[in-house]
C-alpha cells in the first residue's frame, strides 16, 4: 500500500516543513511560550527570529470568537516581543508571499508549492460562509496580500461559474469589490 500523498496546496504540516527547511530547523510546534502566562500554543514559533506563524484554517473566519481572540492573542504576543505572521488557507508560498511575510529571513523565495493562490479546492470553505468579522479580516488580507490580491478574487469569479451563483461564494458585502476588480 502506497503511503498518501501531500495535498498540493499548503497545509499547516507542509508549512512547518517549510518552516524547518527555511528558516529555522530548530522551530517549536504548538508549544506553549513559556514567558507568556497564558496558555498559547502557537502553531510554530522561532526563538531565534523571535517569530511566531500561525497558519489560519476557515474557522479563524468563520467564527467570530475566534477572529476576536486570534487579534488579542496577536497583541499580547507582539507585546511579548514576538513578530506575528498570520498565513490564511487560500494563500500559498509564493516568491511574492514569502518575501511579503518573512523578508530576509529567508534567502531563497522560490515557491514551495506550485498551486494557484485563492479559493481552489472543490471542498473549501468560501466567504459566503465567513462570520461578518471574518468578512472584515478577509478585506484586511486581501489589503496585506497586495500583490496577488488579483488572483484571490480571480478564484472567486471562477467560482461563481463553476457554483451558478454568487450567493454560494461571497457575501453582498463584498460584491462590489469583485465587480471593481
Known amino acids: 500500500m502506497t503511503p498518501p500523498t501531500e495535498p498540493p496546496y499548503l497545509t499547516e504540516i507542509s508549512l512547518g516543513r517549510f518552516l524547518r527547511e527555511r528558516l ?3 522551530i517549536i510546534s504548538n508549544t506553549r511560550v513559556p514567558t507568556i502566562n497564558r496558555l498559547f500554543r502557537p502553531d510554530y514559533r ?10 489560519d484554517g476557515d474557522q479563524h473566519y468563520r467564527s467570530a470568537k475566534h477572529v476576536i481572540e486570534d487579534k488579542l492573542r496577536d497583541q499580547i504576543l507582539t ?5 506575528m505572521i498570520r ?11 514569502i518575501g511579503l511575510l518573512f523578508g530576509d529571513r529567508i534567502a ?3 515557491p514551495f508549492k506550485d498551486f494557484p493562490h485563492g479559493f481552489i479546492a472543490d471542498t473549501v470553505v468560501f466567504p459566503a460562509d465567513f462570520c461578518e468579522v471574518g468578512v472584515t479580516r478577509f478585506l484586511d488580507d486581501l489589503n496585506r496580500f497586495g500583490p496577488i490580491r488579483a488572483e484571490i478574487l480571480g ?3 471562477r467560482a461563481v ?6 450567493r454560494f461564494v461571497y457575501p453582498p ?7 471593481s476588480a
Open 24 to 26: 529555522d530547523a530548530d
Open 46 to 55: 522561532s526563538e531565534k527570529h523571535k517569530l511566531i506563524v500561525e497558519f
Open 79 to 83: 507585546d511579548a516581543g514576538y513578530l
Open 87 to 97: 498565513i490564511p488557507y487560500f494563500i500559498q508560498m509564493t516568491e511574492p508571499v
Open 108 to 110: 531563497r523565495r522560490d
Open 155 to 157: 478564484s472567486l469569479e
Open 161 to 166: 461559474k463553476t457554483k451558478g451563483d454568487w
Open 173 to 179: 458585502s463584498i460584491r462590489d469589490i469583485l465587480k
